[in-house]
């Protein structure tokens, strides 16, 4: 069965600090990855997706950055973090399309400080 | 503008209880719509998922209904749990030949003992 991996479970950066959140998949191949943020009281808003390994895409403008180095490997990263970088941060695995429903990881609550 | 509404924002049920969450949607062309149960804390689980030719499904306890012609959608809980305590999130597809799906912000429901 299909499993997905995120972690760590919580994290408090402080302002200007780097970030790296790591999510993977197991049992299924060439699965299409997201990363999702969801502020409190809020929807999830979709950050990045990838189809592929190597391909990237960005939904909104902002301070972090998306990596895919293996097939079921999904990296949320920033540089410099910034107070507004703070949430609940969600990956999810879908097998493809519109059609199919999503499959969410745990969550990472990042406080930024 | 493709939304989705969802209401009310939050629901205080005894336990034992019906009730029934709403999600008003504007998404066009409609592709599917999906019922996830978000936990505190956690990564949101799938309920039901229905295409446009779907008007119910269930999951168990769990009944979700879809008119697309009106736009509309609800999930009925029957004889509510105090595990059914979460957040219920209606997500909306857009077939576009890519992928696009819009979030509600989701109702949060409280079983009280």
């Known amino acids: 069965s299909q499993t997905i991996h995120q972690w760590p479970a919580t994290l408090v950066q402080p302002v200007g600090s780097p970030l790296s959140l790591e999510c993977t998949v197991e049992?299924?191949?060439?699965?299409?990855l997201y990363w999702y943020r969801q502020a409190a009281g809020r929807g999830l808003q979709l950050l990045f997706y990838?189809?592929?390994?190597?391909?990237i895409s960005s939904e909104v403008p902002q301070n972090l950055s998306a990596s895919r180095p293996q097939d079921r490997q999904f990296i949320l990263s920033s540089k410099k973090l910034l107070l507004s970088d703070s949430g609940f941060y969600l990956c999810?695995?879908?097998?493809?399309?519109?059609?199919?429903?999503?499959?969410f990881g745990s969550g990472t609550r990042l406080t930024v400080v | 503008k493709n939304q989705v509404e969802q209401s009310p924002q939050s629901l205080i049920i005894l336990e034992g209880k019906n009730c029934t969450l709403q999600c008003n949607y504007t998404v066009s062309p409609f592709s599917n719509l999906r019922w996830y149960k978000q936990d505190t804390g956690r990564g949101p689980v799938s309920l039901t998922i229905?295409?446009?030719?779907?008007n119910t499904k269930s999951n168990g306890r769990y009944t979700a209904t879809l008119d697309a012609d009106t736009k509309q959608s609800s999930l009925h809980i029957t004889a509510s749990q105090l595990s059914d305590s979460a957040s219920y999130i209606c997500v909306v597809s857009r077939n576009t030949g890519g992928f696009k799906t819009i979030f509600g912000a989701g109702t949060r429901l409280f079983v009280k003992a």
């Open positions: 229905m295409t446009f030719s779907e």
């Open positions: 990838s189809v592929g390994i190597g391909q």
């Open positions: 049992g299924t191949s060439n699965p299409n």
């Open positions: 999810a695995w879908g097998a493809g399309g519109s059609n199919y429903g999503y499959t």
